[in-house]
């Protein structure tokens, strides 16, 4: 039985007290729900990745929770440790604050925030040299996809990333294909085409590699409680990270249930 990841990007959401509000109600169910899935033989990760300004408050609620917890994430950070870097937020700042994930490469931080492969790949080998459990975020647009160039985006990204890394730093990473066209659109890619590109990418980093160890590859976008359990019963996909339908605990909830059949 393969483990399965569930992972929620809460985005610019989520203040202090509204996160306080969704632990109240996560915490409560998560318990008898995970109960559940123990005694069916399954295993769940989760993890949440709120807004800088909401780790606290997150972190605290984690604190006080039992049984297997939620895992904390940021949802970026700056390669350098510290200095005059205004506006960033460093991953031994994360640290402290009870990260030990962070989602690197987010589409949005590409398009919106002008991120380019070789910052990402900075980014991404400062977290692996912190410690982190990096979640790296690639895939193709619209326009790239109907242009029938989705293999050598994904490629491009993914080679680009993972230049000069070890395979044993290669193999630590959480592999998020997220495919533009479907983040925040509610057009979710199918099962059959999250798997193509999730299959290939397991291929593309094995070769890069050389080595046959298995991978963790999520897929994300409009990822919700009607279509999860089709999309993580494909082989080639782990779990999913998860955006506006994680921001509520009972649709978060709703996700993992789909999965563990409860
Ligand atoms: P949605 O689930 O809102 O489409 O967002 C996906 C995403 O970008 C997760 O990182």
Redesign the pocket.
């Known amino acids: 039985m393969k483990k399965i990841y569930l992972y929620g990007?809460w985005?610019m959401n989520l203040n202090r007290g509204e996160t306080e509000s969704f632990f109240g109600d996560f915490a409560r169910e998560l318990a008898s729900s995970q109960a559940l899935v123990a005694a069916m033989g399954k295993t769940l990760e989760v993890a949440v990745f709120p807004p800088f300004t909401s780790l606290a408050a997150a972190g605290g609620a984690i604190g006080k929770m039992k049984g297997a917890t939620p895992i904390l994430g940021a949802q970026n950070a700056y390669f350098e440790p510290k200095g005059a870097f205004t506006g960033e937020v460093s991953l031994p700042m994360l640290k402290d604050a009870g990260c030990t994930h962070v989602?690197l490469g987010?589409?949005?931080r590409r398009a919106v925030f002008g991120e380019g492969d070789e910052l990402i790949a900075k980014k991404l080998r400062a977290a692996l040299n912190a410690g982190f459990i990096p979640v790296f975020?690639y895939g193709e647009t619209l326009e790239e996809r109907e242009a029938d160039k989705t293999f050598d985006v994904v490629s491009r990204q993914l080679r680009a990333a993972l230049a000069g890394l070890s395979a044993l730093e290669t193999e630590k990473i959480v592999y998020?294909y997220?495919p533009v066209w479907?983040?925040?659109?509610g057009k979710s890619a199918t099962s059959a085409e999250a798997q193509e590109v999730c299959a290939l990418s397991k291929k593309l980093v094995q070769e890069q590699t050389g080595r046959s160890a298995s991978l963790v590859v999520l897929y994300?976008?409009?990822?919700k409680p009607d279509n999860a359990r089709e999309l993580l019963s494909m082989d080639a996909i782990d779990g999913a990270?998860?955006?506006?339908?994680?921001l509520k605990a009972d649709s978060f909830l709703q996700i993992y249930k789909a999965y563990a059949g409860i």
Do not use: D, F, M, R
Request: aromatic share 0%; charged share 15%; hydrophobic share 35%.
């Open positions: 990007n985005k989602i987010h589409s949005e975020c998020a997220e479907a983040i925040g659109t994300g976008g409009s990822v990270l998860v955006g506006g339908a994680s």
